[in-house]
């Protein structure tokens, strides 16, 4: 019996993707909901999960096609998984080296491989969730998750937000690296549907938005004061570290309460008021700039709120976030200070109508109390 593999459905603002990855060949064999495809829309990376176990038969839509929902990209021989039932029942002389290989791919899902060899991890150090101890990809962002609480440990008190992204080393980067070395050569790389749709989701802000920026500064010596004061007991309460962002969504979200058309966004002639807070927090991923939202932010405790953004941040990197985390959002802010950013003009995330920048928070003189005296300080937007 063959079961087709296919496209899931898309949100309504999506109409079609291209096939990204498969992680499997025809002949290969596959279980029930392991991932075997990764999809890109315009807005995420999916991963498709195989509907049965077999073995994939065949790939009917190869890497860079395009595929709208329900369309078939491969079909599954489910028959094969009793002939080899069977098979494996009859002994056969293998080499050790062999079966090690076959023991240690049947215990790791390929998407949760993918994530060790990217990051170089010891498997040895990974303990698998799923069944008889498989290790998922949930099992390695957990491991991720910790490690980055401990490098976070390190970080200088007088810095920007700790939820800075790890560099990410492409394909595309390395080979641009390379070619920088040599005589006057180029690369061209394929634009991908994320960056493509993320400039013109940017143009057609600028296009339709009478755009205002106005900029303040703020001293931010309270805000670290009072970090340094609780870093230690929030860690080892909540398992992550006290950052800057929580202290600015916050204050975000109290002020939205006060002027709640700031809140409020523009469809036809309406103006559609909301009754919550869903906040946007830009981060970067691989493929372009994603802006995952913290919904009802302001049910959400601090803690929630840094580890929710940790959260994002890795999926990010891995290309995880799914179209729900990624959707709405009444309000959105951007660190600019990550990058080394002293001061910028952040862009409007429609249909939102305000959108907040932060940025590199900078030791400089300021009057205060008829004084002179250096503080931490930083502009925003």
Same mark, same amino acid.
């Given at each position: 019996?063959?079961?087709?593999?296919?496209?899931? &459905?898309?949100?309504?603002?999506?109409?079609?993707?291209?096939?990204?990855?498969?992680?499997?060949?025809?002949?290969?064999?596959?279980?029930?909901?392991?991932?075997?495809?990764? *999809?890109?829309?315009?807005?995420?990376?999916?991963?498709?999960?195989?509907?049965?176990?077999?073995?994939?038969?065949?790939?009917?839509?190869?890497?860079?096609?395009?595929?709208?929902?329900?369309?078939?990209? /491969? &079909?599954?021989?489910?028959?094969?998984?009793?002939?080899?039932?069977?098979?494996?029942?009859?002994?056969?002389?293998?080499?050790? !080296? @062999? @079966?090690?290989?076959?023991?240690?791919?049947?215990?790791?899902?390929?998407?949760?491989?993918?994530?060790?060899?990217?990051?170089?991890? @010891?498997?040895?150090?990974?303990?698998?969730s799923g069944k008889q101890g498989r290790i998922l990809k949930?099992?390695?962002?957990?491991?991720?998750?910790?490690?980055?609480?401990?490098?976070?440990?390190?970080?200088?008190?007088? /810095?920007?937000?700790?939820?800075?992204?790890?560099?990410?080393?492409?394909?595309?980067?390395?080979?641009?690296?390379?070619?920088?070395?040599?005589?006057?050569?180029?690369?061209?790389?394929?634009?991908?549907?994320?960056?493509?749709?993320?400039?013109?989701?940017?143009? !057609?802000?600028?296009?339709?938005?009478?755009?205002?920026?106005?900029?303040?500064?703020?001293?931010?010596?309270?805000?670290?004061?009072?970090?340094?004061?609780?870093?230690? *007991?929030?860690?080892?309460?909540? !398992?992550?570290?006290?950052?800057?962002?929580?202290?600015?969504?916050?204050?975000?979200?109290?002020?939205?309460?006060?002027?709640?058309?700031?809140?409020a966004s523009i469809d036809a002639d309406d103006i559609v008021?909301?009754?919550?807070?869903?906040? /946007?927090? !830009?981060?970067?991923?691989?493929?372009?700039?994603?802006?995952?939202?913290?919904?009802?932010?302001?049910?959400?405790?601090?803690?929630?709120?840094?580890?929710?953004?940790?959260?994002?941040?890795?999926?990010?990197? @891995?290309?995880?976030?799914?179209?729900?985390?990624?959707?709405?959002?009444?309000?959105?802010?951007?660190?600019?200070?990550?990058?080394?950013? &002293?001061?910028?003009?952040?862009? &409007?995330?429609?249909?939102?109508?305000?959108?907040?920048?932060?940025?590199?928070?900078?030791?400089?003189?300021?009057?205060?109390?008829?004084?002179?005296? *250096?503080?931490?300080?930083?502009?925003?937007?």
């Amino acid at each position: 019996m063959t079961t087709e593999i296919k496209v899931p &459905l898309l949100p309504e603002s999506v109409s079609d993707a291209v096939v990204l990855n498969w992680y499997k060949q025809p002949g290969e064999t596959v279980s029930k909901n392991e991932p075997v495809v990764d *999809i890109e829309t315009d807005k995420v990376v999916l991963e498709v999960p195989s509907p049965a176990a077999g073995i994939l038969k065949e790939i009917t839509e190869n890497n860079g096609s395009t595929v709208i929902a329900e369309q078939v990209l /491969g &079909l599954i021989d489910t028959d094969s998984t009793e002939k080899s039932a069977e098979k494996a029942e009859q002994p056969e002389n293998k080499q050790p !080296a @062999d @079966d090690n290989q076959q023991a240690e791919e049947a215990v790791i899902t390929p998407s949760a491989k993918k994530l060790i060899m990217e990051n170089q991890l @010891d498997v040895s150090s990974i303990n698998g969730s799923g069944k008889q101890g498989r290790i998922l990809k949930e099992d390695v962002l957990a491991l991720l998750a910790a490690q980055s609480t401990n490098e976070k440990n390190n970080d200088n008190e007088n /810095g920007n937000d700790n939820t800075k992204p790890q560099e990410i080393i492409t394909p595309e980067s390395r080979t641009i690296s390379a070619s920088a070395s040599s005589s006057r050569e180029e690369q061209r790389v394929p634009m991908t549907r994320l960056r493509a749709r993320i400039a013109e989701r940017l143009l !057609a802000a600028q296009h339709n938005a009478a755009i205002l920026t106005t900029f303040n500064e703020v001293n931010m010596q309270p805000v670290i004061d009072l970090r340094s004061r609780y870093k230690e *007991i929030f860690e080892k309460t909540h !398992a992550v570290k006290l950052g800057f962002m929580s202290f600015f969504i916050k204050a975000v979200v109290e002020a939205l309460k006060q002027f709640p058309a700031v809140n409020a966004s523009i469809d036809a002639d309406d103006i559609v008021y909301h009754g919550y807070f869903d906040i /946007g927090v !830009a981060v970067s991923s691989p493929r372009g700039l994603v802006v995952p939202v913290l919904k009802d932010a302001q049910r959400m405790s601090m803690a929630e709120m840094e580890q929710q953004i940790q959260k994002f941040a890795l999926k990010a990197k @891995d290309n995880t976030l799914s179209i729900d985390e990624i959707s709405g959002g009444t309000f959105s802010l951007t660190n600019g200070g990550v990058f080394g950013s &002293l001061l910028s003009t952040p862009i &409007l995330n429609p249909p939102q109508s305000a959108i907040l920048g932060m940025h590199k928070i900078q030791q400089r003189p300021i009057a205060e109390d008829g004084q002179i005296v *250096i503080r931490p300080m930083m502009y925003l937007a």
